[in-house]
């Protein structure tokens, strides 16, 4: 089996930060980078979702044959980033609860972030090879499987989240006809997003979340659109 690179956006939270220990600890991992927010241990290069000159700064970090990484072009390409509780405000139960300043941040954090980051980082696909790029959404965001309601912000920008990714990957497929673009619903994993909301026991762990996550990806074919799936490979409706 031939080396790889790849790189983990959102590499400081608990499911970005398993990505990355998976592709370290692969054999065939040539390079694993990892990338988050500022202050953050755990990443390599910094950027912030509400800030995209930062974003293009670490995509051209990855592109400088100068600089400390060469020239890459990834394999695989993990959007981790997202947050349910963003200042403090959680999910709102009720239309009654609803606001336009916590409506505009699950969307600038849930859907215009990583729509800004598939723009930077689509082009850092390996071009004429198979290639992943998956980003973290939530069956909460299905239109179709919406059979509760309420967390109106979160299911809405989760929604954009996917309508993004499904755009991008249809115009990105012409060039890139190998590439698999996937929306990924990672289960109700162990993490500060879900702390509130669910016990540790009933939550995967950040690790058994991923491995099946990798499984689940590399059954995927390419199909010229994006995909929208469990961690368990099973698809959701759109």
Sequence with gaps: MSTYQALVLGASGAIGAAFLKHFEKDPHCSLAVGLSRPKSSHADL?????NEESMAHCA???R???GPYGVCEFKWVIDATGALTIDNLGPEKRLEALNSKQLLRQFEVNAVGPALLMKHFFPLLLPQENAYYATLSA???SIEDNHKGGWYGYRAAKAARNMLLQTAAI???RKRPL???V????GTVQSNLSAK????QDALTPEDSVSQMMNALTHLKPTGRAQFVDYAGCEIPW
Excluded: D, H, T
């Design 171 to 173: 115009e990105a497929a």
């Design 183 to 186: 929306a990924l619903q990672p």
């Design 139 to 141: 069956r909460v965001g």
């Design 179 to 181: 590439s698999v673009f």
């Design 64 to 66: 400088n044959p100068s």
């Design 197 to 200: 909301f669910v016990a540790a």
């Design 46 to 50: 910094q950027f912030e979702l509400e």
């Design 60 to 62: 051209a970090a990855l």
